[in-house]
């Protein structure tokens, strides 16, 4: 199956920005859709972002609460999927996953934390 490990997270202040990348051990076309999910301690993961491809567009759908501050895309090239995140509130401070949407395979996820 394929194996995905997120990365760049890390300590940020309220209004910065963030992206996070989803390297993939396939080709990331072949995957078709990539999500982006995130958790905070004691709470339940949320949807954030995904991206999908068909007929050789990219699909992009964003949480209606993040959207305008959350963007998505691929790099086929190299296999990895971002997450760029701007604006960056205290609210947003979570563990982020990515994942194919129906696995249940679910990686250590890269911690993002904001705060002054």
């Known amino acids: 199956q394929v194996q995905l490990m997120e990365s760049g997270g890390g300590l940020v202040q309220p209004g910065g920005s963030l992206r996070l990348s989803c390297e993939a051990s396939e080709s990331i076309v072949s995957i078709a859709t990539v999500a982006w999910y995130r958790q905070a301690p004691g709470k339940l993961r949320d949807f954030v972002a995904q991206i999908q491809v068909k007929g050789g567009a990219n699909l992009i759908n964003v949480a209606d609460s993040l959207e305008g501050r959350f963007t998505i895309s691929r790099d086929s090239a190299k296999n990895t999927v971002y997450l760029q995140m701007n604006n960056l509130k205290p609210e947003d401070t979570a563990t982020y996953y990515c994942?194919?949407?129906?696995?249940?395979?679910w990686g250590q996820g890269t911690q993002v934390t904001v705060s002054s």
């Open positions: 994942n194919a949407p129906g696995s249940n395979s």
